[in-house]
């Protein structure tokens, strides 16, 4: 199964402030990673597909790229709306796998 | 709009079955692939299992292979989940997803707790 490891586990940040959230596949996905925005008691949100594709609605302050086996997260301009936890998905191959999460936290 | 709505979850006994349910609307049904992914109590996501849009072929992950069947009645809209011969490691809620690869809408979820 591939592995994705996801980092970092959680995260506290202030208001304003970039924050990149990475995931590295275990072997190659090519473009084949999702990322999930999960709010306390809510079902997951589609932000990125693609590795690099802007889900619609979701604001163009969410960014995602990749570099090699790193796919990264980024949030520009952090706002108490975007606590919460996040989660990568690659879905190149079966299973599907995800990782760990990591939960943002604002100060 | 798309909605997914989840029934059919609840307290079952280790070794029991049970049949989740998922009725969709808002998109043409028997156009996509549909998944269900679980989550353990404060715990990550995990694929469970996925079904093209004709029904024709279905795929799980080792974990729940042979224990789960996931089917769909394209007429009725609704997307099941049959799980034989649970475990207490079953214990999650359940989420239907709308599947491109990724998932893009997902259902309020529905809980299943496995104990005796």
């Known amino acids: 199964d591939i592995q994705m490891t996801q980092s970092p586990s959680s995260m506290s940040a202030s208001l304003g402030d970039t924050v990149t959230i990475t995931c590295l596949a275990s072997?190659?996905?090519?473009?084949?990673l999702s990322w999930y925005q999960q709010k306390p008691g809510k079902s997951p949100k589609l932000m990125i597909y693609?590795?690099?594709n802007l889900e619609d609605g979701v604001p163009s302050r969410f960014s995602g790229s990749r570099s090699g086996s790193d796919y990264s997260l980024t949030i520009n301009s952090l706002g108490y709306d975007d606590e919460g936890i996040y989660h990568c998905?690659?879905?190149?191959?079966?299973?599907?796998?995800f990782g760990a999460g990591t939960k943002l936290e604002l100060k | 709009e798309v909605q997914l709505v989840e029934t059919g979850g609840g307290l079952v006994q280790p070794g029991r079955s049970l049949k989740l349910s998922c009725v969709a609307s808002?998109?043409?049904?028997?156009?996509?692939?549909m998944s269900w992914t679980r989550q353990a109590p404060g715990k990550g996501l995990e694929w469970v299992a996925s079904?093209?849009?004709?029904?024709?072929?279905?795929y799980y992950p080792d974990s729940v292979k042979g224990r789960f069947t996931i089917s769909r009645d394209n007429a009725q809209n609704t997307l099941y989940l049959q799980m034989n011969s649970l475990r207490s490691e079953d214990t999650a809620t359940y989420y239907c997803?709308?599947?491109?690869?990724?998932?893009?809408?997902w259902g309020q979820g529905v809980m299943v707790t496995v104990s005796s």
């Open positions: 072997q190659d996905i090519g473009n084949y």
């Open positions: 693609g590795a690099t």
């Open positions: 998905h690659q879905y190149y191959e079966y299973p599907d796998t």
């Open positions: 079904i093209t849009n004709s029904g024709g072929s279905t």
């Open positions: 997803t709308r599947e491109k690869g990724y998932f893009d809408y």
């Open positions: 808002g998109f043409t049904f028997n156009n996509y692939w």
